[in-house]
């Protein structure tokens, strides 16, 4: 099945959402689960797909929704002044790092002193 699984820290949060162009930036249709005592919110959105917009909606410990957060751990986002994450493959990189890895094989710094 396509989609994406989000998560998020958020140790203190009474409610995490995940939101976005998918759901009109709605925090009430994708809410996460929090992972007990770890503090990990988590959610799997089918149909979400690569290119998309989102950002996470939390309600702090006493109930005032915060403003809307980027991804701290994401691999793109929009550029200034737009600020939401964007989903990005990771799993498709291709590396170009094959001299780098041959002289790392090489002796090791002061080797043979």
Not at 29 to 41: A, E, I, N, T
Request: proline share 7%; with cysteine; charged share 20%.
């Amino acid at each position: 099945m396509n989609g994406v699984l989000f998560s998020v820290w958020a140790p203190q949060a009474s409610r995490v959402s995940v939101v976005g162009d998918f759901n009109q930036w709605d925090g009430r249709l994708h809410q996460m689960r929090k992972r007990v005592d770890s503090g990990l919110w988590e959610l799997f959105a089918p149909g979400v797909c690569e290119g998309t917009n989102y950002k996470y909606e939390i309600v702090g410990p006493n109930g005032h929704l915060q403003p809307l957060k980027a991804d701290p751990m994401g691999f793109c986002g929009e550029m200034r002044p737009s600020t939401a994450s964007i989903v990005t493959r990771t799993d498709n990189f291709t590396w170009h790092d094959e001299a780098h890895m041959a002289a790392r094989q090489g002796p090791a710094p002061g080797a043979g002193r």
